[in-house]
């Protein structure tokens, strides 16, 4: 069985970092694009940060310099460090992992990905 648990959430003040984790289980963890998305009250989930197989990162313009995804391969366990956070991050946080095949699909597209998390809450307040 296929599981996605996310950790790290809770309420910050604006300037304030957090380290989101996301433990895998049930899949090939090395060979899979990995990604991290949002859903903010009212709004659309929306893609924050990607990591390939070979650990290159790609971001959203909002968070670009401030977010860092990472991934640690013989954990299975992949990170999203933000740093100076803003009120709008406040959002449900999401990760994902891709299906493990090549894809012309976007990888901010989140049909790219098979598997999904909970989900972890995060609350910046201003």
Known sequence: QVQLVESGGGF????????????T?????????????????GK?????????????????????G???VSRDNAKNVVYLDMVNLKAEDT????CAAGRG???????RTASRYAYWGRG???TVSS
């Open 101 to 107: 095949v090549a894809s012309v699909i976007n990888i």
């Open 66 to 68: 401030r977010f860092t």
């Open 91 to 94: 959002a449900v946080y999401y």
């Open 120 to 122: 972890t809450q995060v």
């Open 12 to 23: 910050v003040q604006a300037g304030d970092s957090l380290r989101l984790s996301c433990a």
């Open 44 to 64: 659309e989930r929306e893609f924050v940060a990607a990591i390939s197989r070979t650990g290159g990162g790609t971001y959203a313009d909002s968070v670009r």
């Open 25 to 41: 289980s049930g899949l090939t963890f090395n060979n899979r694009l990995s990604g991290w998305f949002r859903q903010a009250p």
